[in-house]
Every structure is written in C-alpha cells, then in structure tokens.
C-alpha cells in the first residue's frame, strides 16, 4: 500500500514543479527563393513583385518617393522545460527554451518609379533593425554587404 | 516483480491527469478575390472605397498611399500529457494591398488568400 502512495505522492509532486514543454507556431507560407527568381533588380517592378510573391505581409515609406515590401512567415518550434521550486516563502522557477521563433522574411525595395533595386532575405526584424529607413533604398550599400540575396544569389 | 503494476499504476494515472483543447479565432470578414480582381487600374480611391469598404490599414507612401485589407485565422491545438505539455498555433490570412498614385487613383492590386488553409495538428505531425 506505501508504494502506490508514494508513486501518487510522486506523481503529484512532479506534476506541479516540472513541465516539458514541445509547441509550434506557424503563420503564413514560406517564400521559396523559386518564386521570386525572375524578379531581377534593375528589371523587376513592384507589379512583377506583387504578381509573384502576392500581397506583402507590410509595407513601408521609404525616402526619395521609395518603398519596402516584406513578406513574412514563421515556422517555430520551442522545445522547453519549466521547473518550479516552492521555497517556504518563496517561489523559484527556472525556464529554458532554446528556439527563437523569430519571423523569417524577404524584404524588396522599390524605388519612386516602382522599379526593384534591392532583395534581401533573413529575419524580419534584424533586416529592419539593421538598415534604417534612409539607408534601405541605397542600391550601391545594399549591394556591397555580403548578407544581401538575389535570386539566385543565395 | 511490483514494478509492472506500479508502471500500469503510473500510466493509468497519466492519462487521467491529461487534458486537450482546441481553439479557433477570426479577425474581419474573408477577403472574396473575385471583388478585387473587379478593379480596374485607374480606379479612384473613392470608388474602391465604395467597393470594399474601409480598410484595416492605410499607409502613407510620400505622396502616395495604399491600403490593407485583411482577413487572419487561427486554429490552436493542445494536449497535456502528464509532464509533457504539447502547443500547436497555425495562423493564415487573406490579405489584400491596394497602392494609389498622387492622383488617389489605383496603380497596383496584390492579393493572397491562405485563411482557409489554418488547420489543428500537434508539433509532430
């Protein structure tokens, strides 16, 4: 009978103080470097753009009449686990995730007359972070950072 | 020799101990594509208006504009298993961006529809 009380004991304990934790988040449609490999900068406008990858997640003012057109997606998986130590009066607990489900995205710029000039992929946010608004319609610094894709290119 | 009947013991225990849930949301109306293939280029920005109704965003490009319209579903799933808590989230919209010229008038049209695609799974499927 002490055994089957102790492993209910067991199991109410374990319950309360750790948690494994296995979730997916997922929005929107990957965008293949297939779908925008005709899209040339120099060669592609934003109709070509738009016919080819669809409405943008957003879209933004850019200097110089320009704009950025971002279409973003996420595929995230978060394996984690939560511990919970009860400590008279206080209560600790650790969380340990170790995927970032940050959004993944290819962002185009256009110039005033809606011409490409500008593809890059990675991070939705660093590649906003990165590039303020003024430097985004530069097709030349764009052009010299490794980090910068073309189809094609990647 | 205890061991086997403590092991069905704990499994019994387990399942009792689980739960599931499942949960959809909407946000706006389902984009109908058939409305904005309509639009002609050169329309003017009052008639798409009158068209579609108002937008969920407007954006001010220098001294153009466009507008979003957009449709976002969401299907989440749930299991709890004992120790492991299992979470899936699918979220898919219809969207629309609508860009004008300085004149208010319609210049490019870009449409994806996926809202229908959301569905209920777990991260291992």
């Known amino acids: 009978m002490k055994p089957r009380l102790g492993l209910l004991a067991l199991l109410a304990v374990t319950t309360s103080c750790v948690q494994l934790r296995w979730a997916r988040v997922e929005s929107a449609t990957p965008?293949?470097?297939?779908?925008?490999?005709?899209?040339?900068?120099?060669?592609?406008?934003?109709?070509?753009?738009?016919?080819?990858?669809g409405a943008p997640t957003l879209v933004r003012e850019l200097p110089a009449d320009g704009i950025a057109c971002a279409w973003a997606w996420q595929r995230g998986r978060t394996l984690g686990v939560t511990v919970s130590l009860p400590v008279t009066d206080v209560s600790v607990s650790l969380d340990y995730d170790d995927v970032?489900?940050?959004?993944?995205?290819?962002?185009?710029?256009?110039?005033?007359?809606?011409?490409?000039?500008?593809?890059?992929?990675?991070?939705?946010?660093?590649?906003?972070?990165?590039?303020?608004?003024?430097?985004?319609?530069?097709?030349?610094?764009?052009?010299?950072?490794?980090?910068?894709?073309?189809?094609?290119?990647? | 020799?205890?061991?086997?009947?403590?092991?069905?013991?704990?499994?019994?225990?387990?399942?009792?101990?689980?739960?599931?849930?499942?949960?959809?949301?909407?946000?706006?109306?389902?984009?109908e594509l058939a409305r904005f293939e309509a639009l002609e280029l050169g329309t003017p920005a009052r008639d798409v208006l009158a068209a579609l109704g108002a937008p969920v965003e407007v954006v001010q490009l220098g001294t153009r504009s466009a507008y979003l319209y957009e449709h976002t579903a969401q299907k989440k799933a749930g299991l709890f298993l004992f120790l492991l808590n299992m979470l899936n989230e699918d979220t898919n919209t219809d969207r629309a961006w609508l860009f004008f010229d300085e004149a208010d008038r319609l210049t490019h049209v870009g449409t994806t529809l996926d809202?229908?695609?959301?569905?209920?799974?777990?991260?291992?499927?």
């Open chain 2, 115 to 125: 809202a229908d695609e959301v569905e209920y799974s777990l991260p291992f499927e």
């Open chain 2, 1 to 31: 020799m205890q061991s086997i009947p403590h092991l069905f013991g704990a499994l019994g225990l387990s399942l009792l101990a689980s739960g599931c849930f499942a949960s959809r949301a909407q946000i706006n109306t389902p984009l």
């Open chain 1, 31 to 53: 965008i293949t470097q297939e779908r925008y490999a005709g899209l040339a900068p120099g060669h592609a406008n934003l109709g070509d753009a738009l016919e080819a990858l």
């Open chain 1, 100 to 154: 970032s489900d940050a959004l993944d995205s290819v962002v185009m710029f256009f110039d005033g007359d809606r011409e490409l000039t500008v593809i890059e992929r990675g991070k939705l946010s660093s590649l906003l972070a990165r590039r303020p608004p003024s430097a985004l319609i530069l097709p030349t610094a764009a052009r010299a950072d490794p980090d910068v894709s073309r189809p094609g290119g990647e």
